[in-house]
Nanobody
Framework: QMQVVESGGGLVQAGDSLRLSCAASGRTFSSRAMGWFRQAPGKEREFVASVSSSGGSTYYADSVKGRFTITRDNAKNTVYLQMNSLEPEDTAVYYC??????????????????WGQGTQVTVSS
């Protein structure tokens, strides 16, 4: 069993930066890839970024590539999403998720079996 808790959301202006944190409990954290997804009002949940269990590999949606950076600290059971040059289109609830140990897709939400409650990010123009 794992628990995943996001923090760090808020209201910012376009061009600002924000860092989200995701604290996870459970002994399997360092064995799991972790991902960030987001859901804007009226839209489906979409993949944002993911990081391999070791932190050595990262993957990004095209819409955030070059602006967002995902990292993890396995000693602290924490994943981070550094978001720079934020745009109003980035406004959404951001979710952190832990991928099932035996699954391999980084951008498919159904491959992730533990999810946080989400943190709201609002970017004003």
């Amino acid at each position: 069993q794992m628990q995943v808790v996001e923090s760090g959301g808020g209201l910012v202006q376009a061009g600002d930066s924000l860092r989200l944190s995701c604290a996870a409990s459970g002994r399997t954290f360092s064995s799991r890839a972790m991902g960030w997804f987001r859901q804007a009002p009226g839209k489906e949940r979409e993949f944002v970024a993911s990081v391999s269990s070791s932190g050595g590999s990262t993957y990004y949606a095209d819409s955030v590539k070059g602006r967002f950076t995902i990292t993890r600290d396995n000693a602290k059971n924490t994943v981070y999403l550094q978001m720079n040059s934020l745009e109003p289109e980035d406004t959404a609830v951001y979710y952190c998720a832990a991928r099932h140990i035996f699954y391999t897709n980084y951008d498919r939400a159904s491959d992730y079996d533990y999810w946080g409650q989400g943190t709201q990010v609002t970017v004003s123009s």
